[in-house]
């Protein structure tokens, strides 16, 4: 397959910097480039291509990681990121698994600047400063609240940008 075809669903892969095989489409979704990366997952930019087109986020499970219990911790930060409605915090729009069996979670895109490099580049002051975090201090404790008992690992001080000058979760590494 040339770098111009369009990927066939589900057969044709991409192979990431780890070696990891990854579809270039899962459902609806052509993958573009791996944007970020955790302990349990990869972060994919992608292009939701129906019902409607847009930029989307999508978070999979790592080959290898795919055993019981990471699938468990991980369909468990799926739910918990589901149910949160902050605006410090990325929606959730979809979810599912591959037809290998690997889960994924589809999320807004969001693409802002770092925190650090945010107030760097406007010489903000403490106070100023403060405020950015106490805007992500809220959105922990939403998280915190809504997931009542597992933890959130997407919800990380190094997880959070600056987007018109408000905090949003960020999708992608930082």
Known sequence: MSDREPPTENFDSTVDSSGSTVPNRIGPYLLQQKIGEGGMGEVW???????????VALKIIKRGMD????????EAERQALALM?????????????????????VMEYIQGLTITKYCDRQ???????LKLFQQVCDGVQHAHQKANGPRCSALRWMNF??????????TRTP
Request: glycine share 4%; proline share 7%; aromatic share 8%.
């Open 67 to 74: 055993t019981k219990e990471f699938i468990a911790r991980f």
């Open 85 to 105: 409605n902050h605006p410090c915090v990325a929606r959730v729009y979809d979810a599912g698994a591959t037809p290998r069996g690997r889960p994924y979670l």
């Open 161 to 170: 940008s600056v987007v018109n000058d408000h905090v949003r979760q960020s």
């Open 123 to 129: 010489r903000l002051d403490m106070r100023e400063r």
């Open 45 to 55: 930019l992608a292009e939701q291509q129906e019902p409607v087109k847009r930029k």
